[in-house]
T-cell receptor, first 114, second 114 residues
Framework: NAGVTQTPKFRVLKTGQSMTLLCAQD?????MYWYRQDPGMGLRLIHY???????AKGEVPDGYNVSRLKKQNFLLGLESAAPSQTSVYFC?????????????FGPGTRLTVL | DAKTTQPPSMDCAEGRAANLPCNHS???????VYWYRQIHSQGPQYIIH???NNETNEMASLIITEDRKSSTLILPHATLRDTAVYYC???????????????FGKGTKLSVKP
């Protein structure tokens, strides 16, 4: 199993450009999450999904949109990138949300917005 | 905001036990204590979690005080590969909605030295 994979690994955008980050998991997990991590900080939840076709806002959702059209994929979109969105983005998944099911994280995407 | 307080950094000699403290004085009865770690530039990795009893797995031991206001993660024989940021997280056992989401603080940067 590949676990959680993220595409791309690195990206540089200019202010105002758009892009989509792809997260894929092959563990048949119901829950998926998108986090961002800024230097010296812990991870902050952007959006999450508790199943195919459902999404919900996390702690810092502004400027991002998400879609979960297929159970194995969770897409994070930036419609008009801003320098404040320069960050490392991590995707995670879990079997469900209960206390016995850990979150598995991907390797991250480093995004720079100029 | 994170519900936990951790020292920003700690050192440990290779081969010795690493004891990482965490204060969670406002923890409620339906909240678990989780530990994750993040090795440089990688996604976080689950270590262990517990409610009120001490827990042990192949990676670590978790000691929770009787009043549940603090806990200690113990790595029994630290190696250089254990150098990472360790996050102590309090998480509700009620999943569904946002109650079960992980809220990361800044963690403790553990440096294992030869």
């Amino acid at each position: 199993n590949a676990g959680v994979t993220q595409t791309p690994k690195f990206r540089v955008l200019k202010t105002g450009q758009s892009m989509t980050l792809l997260c894929a998991q092959d563990m048949n997990h119901e829950y998926m999450y998108w986090y961002r991590q800024d230097p010296g900080m812990g991870l902050r939840l952007i959006h999450y999904s508790v199943g195919e076709g459902t999404t919900a806002k996390g702690e810092v959702p502004d400027g991002y949109n998400v879609s979960r059209l297929k159970k194995q994929n969770f897409l994070l979109g930036l419609e008009s990138a801003a320098p404040s969105q320069t960050s490392v983005y991590f995707c995670a998944s879990s079997y469900n949300g209960d206390q016995y099911n850990e979150q598995f994280f991907g390797p991250g995407t480093r995004l720079t917005v100029l | 905001d994170a519900k936990t307080t951790q020292p920003p950094s700690m050192d440990c000699a290779e081969g010795r036990a690493a004891n990482l403290p965490c204060n969670h004085s406002t923890i409620s009865g339906n909240e678990y204590v989780y530990w994750y770690r993040q090795i440089h530039s990688q996604g976080p990795q689950y270590i262990i979690h517990g409610l009120k009893n001490n827990e042990t797995n192949e990676m670590a031991s978790l000691i929770i005080t009787e009043d549940r206001k603090s806990s200690t993660l113990i790595l029994p024989h630290a190696t250089l590969r254990d150098t990472a940021v360790y996050y102590c997280i309090v998480r509700s056992m009620n999943y569904g909605g946002s109650q079960g989401n992980l809220i990361f603080g800044k963690g403790t940067k553990l440096s294992v030295k030869p």
